[in-house]
C-alpha cells in the first residue's frame, strides 16, 4: 500500500497541474455526475466539487480512499478498480481519470468499463505522463542507475498504447466518439530535499527500491539525485503530460 500522506505531498502535488485543464475539456460543470476513477488522494475530487459536480470517487488502495472520503465528505468515495466498477450502466455525466489509465493491466478493457458507465454524449478525460519529458521522476531513475543498483522498472502494458496516435485509436476501438489528445507542459518547482523525501516514503511500484536498499546505498543513490536534480532547483522540473478527450 503506498504511503497517502507522502505521495499528497509528492506526486499528487506533481499530477495536480493537469486538472483544470482535465475538468475544463470534458466540460464538467454544476451538477454534473461526475466520476473521479483512481481518485488518488483526491485532487480531482477536490476540484469538481468546488465547481458544483456531483462526485463519485473511487480507488484500488485503501490508504487513498480513507484520505479522500476524510477529506471529502461531500463526495461518495469507495473502493474500486479497474476494469471492474460498481456502477450501473451509464450513470455518470464526466469521467476524468488524472494519471489512472497507464497503470491498469489493459487498457482496453479499462475503456469499455468506462463507456458503459458513461451516459450517451457524455465525455471522459483522461491523463498519462509523456516519458521522455518526465524530468521530475527521471532523476530517480537516473540516480538508481548512477549507484550502480540493478533495477528493471514494472512492466507496463499501457507502453503499447502511449502515444496520442496509438491512444485515440484506442479510444475509437472501444466505441468512443470525437477522440483528440493535448500537451500539457509546466515546470514543476519543489525543495530538492522534500521531493527526495516524499517520493522514497510514497514507495510505490517504481521507486519503492530505494527504500530497500542499505544506508550507505539510499545515500549514494541520494547524492546522484541532488547532482541530477540541482539544474532544474531554481525554474523546477520540465514535464509533459497527454490529456485525451472524447465522448460516448
Known sequence: MTDAEAYERGFARLSSHTVGPLLARVAASRDSRLLDVGCGTGVVTGAALAIGAEVTAVDADPGMVTLTARRHPAATVRPAALPELPFADQQFDV??????????PDAAEALRELRRVLRPGGAIGLTWWKP???????????????????????????????????FTALLTEAGFRQASVADVR????????????????????????????????????????LRLAAPYEEEGFPVCA?????HR
Open 132 to 166: 521522455d519529458e518526465m524530468t521530475a521522476t527521471g532523476v530517480f531513475a537516473d540516480a538508481i542507475a548512477a549507484a550502480g543498483v540493478p533495477y528493471e522498472p514494472p512492466a507496463r502494458s499501457f507502453t503499447a498504447h502511449d502515444t496520442p496516435e496509438r
Open 186 to 225: 509546466w515546470r514543476h518547482r519543489a525543495g530538492l530535499a522534500a521531493w527526495w523525501t516524499d517520493i522514497v516514503r510514497a514507495g510505490g511500484p517504481r521507486f519503492a527500491v530505494i527504500g530497500r536498499q542499505p544506508p550507505e546505498v539510499v545515500e549514494r543513490i541520494r547524492a546522484g539525485y
Open 95 to 104: 469521467i476524468a481519470g488524472n494519471f489512472i489509465i497507464n497503470h491498469v
Open 242 to 246: 497527454h490529456l485525451a478527450c472524447a
